[in-house]
């Protein structure tokens, strides 16, 4: 909006309507404080945020979606009553020392809320009833409210948003709905409550006069009549008895806005989705075309004025031209329907063609090149691997963006350059040599984060060194397998005709890379509350527990498969760890034997049981197939952390085949309830030896542990 419009038809409408292009001059966008260091500053003006003392009990609970009079909605709305009035900290334990919390009033942050749940002698008493659950999801939700970058221990004035002159654009787009709707129901509650005081004639000249009017009272109630646009107003105020953060806020702003001076725009492509207590109080309703019969008799219902009968056929709205409205006026001196043309805008409209806003950046073919094979090569590199498929699709998004006919065979030789391998339509990254050291010294001084095309760009017309190789560091377990050594198990690996003793095989490639080991750092409750420090070191490859017993590496089994099995199958197979018959199984865990016999069938197929027989009855244990350690607290658990641990450079990392997130879920279904402090990446030294027959046409991979050189 704040450039002028470049649409040549709209330009030349404009023109008959002797209005001029124009872009809007005095507009301010706002984006929340927590996002500005990953917008581009282009982008935007200024930031806001809020304290977090704005929200009442009732918008924590529709936002984090508890009920307002569950255990958990009361504890929430005691919190905050004991923040504002001030409490007592500390266990309530004879002997420790209690330490007085001071009231915060009115302003308070999302840290004096946590502390409250946390040291409040109330809650932290265990003969007061609250169950450390509940306290413990409630701190989880507001240390998530922190992320979302909206709150601050200053907060954005009212008047620096509201004022007169000013087109403020409060941009939430980087936000979720919920939170989105909570920014605006806060809003609207500030500018009725600020309003109102400015209109009373006593508030005026208190103002004026500036006697007893604090900075902070002055800032957050002098604003004038103020109007609030929102957009997508169905997903803030829905029908029905559906409730967002910004629902009653709404609602309050319209129903009492009139007389201060609050006036309120929404816009909406479903208006039969909107809040019936919001559509009773419209004066102008303006519809353009409609198509589903539903928004269509929402509309005719909630006109504010008798429409003719010639407007009044579905098919009219339904067949409305571009930039044509149906609208409906009420007021004291007239009531009306009427049809109305729109003109054209006179600044630019982003929703039309983001590229007339900023023209393109004219790059030669040279400085393309370089930003299709940065791009690729950073992928390639996060990956080890790339599908042909996907860096041409890299290529063609890069050639539409800048105009340019690039071909792949270009990108291909480059690569090639970099050391880039390809095979079977798939590009693989090998290990480097001293040709590219180079290039590893220049890019260990560029921040390691996957760049943009903007990025990019400026390195490349700030004619900065093509840079297209990261080295990082990371802690890994100390390398003791020499190349030498492995030079030696790679030959001894070679297979042999049996006949002439001859070599079948030949050493294709070795490559030492590194598979990431989570280290996830946690707190097991017990059933009374209390915790304890527990560590787990898991595989990403095989998803198993990674176990040290000094001359070997041992995994579990089977814990990989714990995502596909719920609570009664962690259950049966604990309980079959030593034999048991199916009714055994079902009285020890109080269920149907029906139960018990559908998880036997799906565990038998597994081959998760092994099934004996004895006096004509199955006995069922469970398999080796499935060894995983049901005790948290197990020797063996941080039985890797004795391992020497170093910092270094690493090039090549496997793939990591189950994420962090899945890791954590497996963890919790094994070991119930659990408190994640932490999660840490190691990095295990794993020589990859790839061996092919003389026909080339089969090949075999084989890995040794680089710390002990043992065959995994």
């Known amino acids: 909006m704040k450039y002028e419009n470049k649409e040549a038809k709209e330009i030349k409408i404009l023109e008959e309507w002797n209005q001029k292009k124009e872009g809007i001059k005095n507009l301010k966008v706002f984006v929340p404080e927590g996002v500005a260091d990953k917008v581009s500053k282009d982008t935007y003006d200024d930031t806001f945020s809020m304290y977090s003392s704005l929200l009442t009990p009732e918008d924590w609970c529709i936002t984090f979606g508890i009920e ?142 500036k006697e007893g009017t604090s900075a902070d009272e002055l800032l957050e109630t002098e604003i004038p009549p103020t109007w609030l646009y929102i957009d997508e107003a169905h997903t803030l105020i829905p029908s029905g008895n559906t409730q967002t953060p910004a629902t009653a806020g709404i609602i309050e702003y319209v129903k009492q806005g009139r007389r201060p001076g609050c006036s309120l725009v929404f816009a909406t492509q479903q208006p039969s989705a909107i809040n019936t207590k919001v559509l009773s109080q419209v004066d102008i309703l303006i519809s353009n075309k409609l198509v589903f019969n539903d928004d269509i008799s929402a509309i005719q219902k909630r006109m504010p004025a008798i429409i003719p009968d010639q407007y009044k056929d579905p098919n009219f709205i339904k067949t409305i031209p571009f930039a044509t409205a149906l609208v409906g006026d009420r007021s004291e001196e007239t009531s009306r329907a009427f049809i109305m043309r729109a003109a054209p805008r006179k600044s630019q409209h982003e929703g039309r063609d983001a590229e007339t806003v900023k023209d393109i950046k004219k790059l030669n073919n040279s400085q393309v090149l370089i930003i299709a094979i940065s791009m690729i090569y950073k992928k390639l590199e996060k990956s080890r691997e790339l599908k042909v498929t996907y860096a041409k699709d890299i290529l063609e998004i890069v050639n539409i963006k800048y105009r340019s006919n690039i071909t792949f065979d270009d990108v291909l030789e480059k690569l090639f350059e970099q050391k880039v391998i390809l095979e ?186 092994v099934i004996t027989e004895k006096n004509k009855k199955e006995f069922y244990k469970t398999s080796t197939k499935f060894d995983v350690p049901y005790n948290v607290f197990h020797k063996l658990m941080l039985s890797v952390g004795e391992l020497a641990l170093r910092k270094q450079d690493i090039e090549f990392i496997e793939n990591i085949k189950y994420s962090p997130k899945l890791v954590e879920e497996n963890l919790k279904k094994l070991f119930g309830e659990l408190e994640f402090l932490g999660l840490d990446e190691l990095y295990w030294p794993i020589w990859h030896i790839t061996l092919v027959d003389k026909s080339g046409k089969e090949e075999r991979t084989i890995l040794i542990d680089g710390v002990l050189g043992q065959s995994i």
């Not at 307002?68 to 504890?75: K, Q």
């Not at 604990?574 to 799906?602: G, M, P, W, Y």
Request: net charge positive; charged share 30%; hydrophobic share 35%.
């Open 424 to 609: 079977k339509e798939v590009l693989y990254l090998r290990d480097k040599d001293s040709e590219v050291q180079e290039l590893k010294d220049a890019l260990s001084q560029i921040p390691d984060k996957e760049e943009s095309f903007e990025e990019i760009e400026q390195e490349i017309t700030q004619e900065k060194p093509n840079l297209l190789t990261r080295v990082k560091t990371h802690q890994t377990f100390q390398l003791r397998i020499t190349k030498d050594r492995i030079d030696e198990i790679a030959r001894s690996s070679i297979k042999k005709s049996f006949i002439i003793f001859s070599p079948k095989e030949y050493i294709k490639n070795i490559v030492l890379k590194y598979r990431t080991i989570y280290k996830f750092n946690f707190n097991v409750y017990d059933p009374e509350g209390n915790f304890k420090r527990a560590s787990s070191y898991i595989d990403s490859v095989s998803g198993e527990f990674l176990h040290f017993l000094g001359d070997k590496f041992r995994e579990s089994k089977g814990f990989n498969l714990v995502n596909n099995m719920d609570e009664i199958d962690l259950d049966v197979l604990f309980v079959s760890r030593n034999s048991q018959t199916i009714e055994s199984i079902a009285k020890e865990l109080d269920l149907e034997t029906s139960i018990i016999k559908n998880r036997i069938e799906n565990f038998k197929r597994n081959k998760l049981l």
């Open 68 to 209: 307002r009079f569950s255990p958990s909605g009361l504890l929430l709305e005691k919190t905050i009553e004991f923040v504002k009035k001030g409490y007592t900290s500390g266990t309530g334990k004879e002997g420790e020392p209690l330490s007085k919390i001071k009231p915060k009033g009115n302003q308070f942050t999302l840290d004096d809320i946590i502390n409250c749940l946390s040291n409040n002698t109330e809650f932290t008493s265990q003969k007061k009833g609250y169950k450390p659950d509940s306290i413990r999801a409630l701190i989880s939700r507001f240390d998530a409210a922190k992320s979302w970058g909206i709150f601050s221990d200053h907060g954005t004035s009212l008047s620096k948003l509201s004022r007169e002159n000013q087109l403020t654009i409060l941009d939430t787009s980087f936000l979720d709905e919920n939170i989105t709707a909570l920014v605006i129901g806060i809003l609207a509650r500030r500018l009725l409550s600020a309003r109102k005081i400015a209109a009373r004639d006593d508030a005026s000249k208190k103002i004026e006069n």
